[in-house]
């Protein structure tokens, strides 16, 4: 018997805020994936430079740092050229959107962010979330 096994989406979460970081890597533990979570810019650059990654949910602010989560974003590009990169900061402003499009992150959201609205977004690049799911009672 032949079973095919289907590779799991790696999922790397950049977060310092403790609860947003185990909420959102809550979001990602599916069956389907494999969650990396890091806090501050020297883990993430770590785990970026140790395998690819599916998706990537960074903080634009990291560990005090106003532009740790851009360089997040600019490493991601050149390491994980075909991740769908997320970047969510509580201090919007257009010269930090402009330069997070620019290094390829595809969407720029405001905190506090509805987890149904990052579900959606990863859905969209075919990755599974607690909210796309199908539950036990769904079977």
Same mark, same amino acid.
């Given at each position: 018997?032949?079973?095919?096994?289907? $590779?799991?989406?790696?999922?790397?979460? +950049?977060? =310092?805020?403790?609860?947003?970081?185990?909420?959102?890597?809550? &979001?990602?533990? *599916?069956?389907?994936?494999?969650?990396?979570?890091?806090?501050?810019?020297?883990?993430?650059?770590?785990?970026?430079? $140790?395998?690819?990654?599916?998706?990537? +949910?960074? =903080?634009?602010?990291?560990?005090?740092?106003?532009?740790?989560? &851009?360089?997040? *974003?600019?490493?991601?590009g050149m390491l994980s050229p075909d991740a769908?990169?997320?970047?969510?900061?509580?201090?919007?402003?257009?010269?930090?959107?402009?330069?997070?499009?620019r290094l390829g992150a595809l969407h720029f959201?405001?905190?506090?962010?509805?987890?149904?609205?990052?579900?959606?977004?990863?859905?969209?690049?075919?990755?599974?979330?607690?909210?796309s799911m199908p539950t036990l009672s769904d079977?």
């Amino acid at each position: 018997m032949h079973t095919q096994s289907i $590779a799991k989406k790696e999922v790397l979460v +950049v977060e =310092d805020e403790q609860s947003i970081r185990e909420t959102l890597a809550d &979001l990602f533990d *599916v069956a389907d994936n494999n969650v990396t979570t890091a806090e501050l810019l020297p883990d993430a650059l770590q785990c970026l430079r $140790a395998r690819r990654f599916d998706i990537i +949910v960074t =903080d634009l602010r990291l560990g005090g740092k106003r532009d740790g989560g &851009l360089q997040v *974003v600019a490493l991601a590009g050149m390491l994980s050229p075909d991740a769908t990169v997320l970047v969510l900061t509580a201090f919007p402003d257009d010269s930090s959107r402009q330069a997070s499009e620019r290094l390829g992150a595809l969407h720029f959201l405001e905190k506090p962010v509805d987890l149904s609205t990052i579900a959606q977004l990863a859905g969209r690049s075919k990755i599974h979330t607690a909210f796309s799911m199908p539950t036990l009672s769904d079977t």
